[in-house]
């Protein structure tokens, strides 16, 4: 069965300092992976995602993930975060079945960047 | 710009009666969804729609409704079958599975 893991809750980190948030997933077949953003009372915004080749993906506002199939793994990072970075990121898996694409969420992680 | 707009943004609804979510698309995408969000928590799948005239449940079903009558369009009715409707409702949709663009969501409040 299909199953997204996102391993932190809440994340606090300093403004400035490098930030990881971690998500696992568990797919039977081949998948394409996403990480999302959704800032209050708005709706969620495409970060980046891994569809094939390049194991590193690079995303919007200097965010960057990297696939690990031997892991099954799509961790997100950022070198430096910043204020406005604070928000809830939600990691999800797609594969294809019964002639379409099935999409499971993670159940998020909170990022707050503190001055 | 293409997108997807959801209408109203505040919504609220007397118990017992029904009330419709609106959702249009103008991104030529052939799926579409209806997720709900609860605070602190991800976002559940109640129905979506992969072509026109087709719909499929999804985990959170019951008390809601679909229909597709149009490429563009994707509403939603909260039905007073709905138990405990009070939530953040998300519709998005996708192409081909290379990821969804959602849209700002309606926070449906039962008064």
């Known amino acids: 069965a299909q199953s997204v893991t996102q391993l932190d809750s809440q994340v606090p980190v300093f403004e400035e300092a490098p930030v990881e948030l971690r998500c696992n997933y568990s797919?039977?077949?081949?998948?394409?992976l996403f990480w999302y953003v959704q800032y209050p009372n708005q709706g969620l915004q495409l970060l980046l995602k891994?569809?094939?080749?390049?194991?590193l993906v690079k995303g919007i506002n200097g965010f960057e993930a990297e696939f690990n199939k031997s892991q099954t793994s799509f961790h997100l990072r950022k070198p430096s975060v910043h204020i406005s970075d604070t928000a809830e990121y939600f990691c999800?898996?797609?594969?294809?079945?019964?002639?379409?694409?099935?999409?499971?969420f993670g159940a998020g992680t909170r990022l707050f960047v503190k001055a | 710009d293409g997108g997807i707009t959801q209408s109203p943004k505040y919504l609220f609804r007397k118990e017992g009666q029904n009330v419709t979510l609106s959702c249009e698309q103008n991104?030529?995408?052939?799926?579409m969804y209806w997720y709900r969000q609860d605070p602190g928590q991800g976002l559940r799948l109640i129905y979506y729609?992969?072509?026109?005239?087709?719909?499929q449940k999804g985990d959170i079903a019951e008390g809601y409704s679909v229909s597709r009558e149009k490429k563009e369009s994707f509403p939603l009715t909260v039905t007073s079958a709905q138990k405990n409707p009070t939530a953040f409702y998300l519709c998005?949709?996708?192409?081909?599975?290379?990821?969804?663009?959602f849209g700002s969501g309606t926070r449906l409040t039962v008064v």
């Open positions: 891994y569809l094939s080749g390049s194991t």
């Open positions: 797919s039977s077949v081949s998948v394409y």
């Open positions: 999800a898996v797609s594969d294809k079945r019964d002639g379409g694409f099935k999409t499971i």
């Open positions: 991104l030529n995408h052939d799926a």
């Open positions: 729609s992969q072509i026109v005239n087709d719909f």
């Open positions: 998005a949709s996708s192409l081909s599975g290379h990821g969804y663009t």
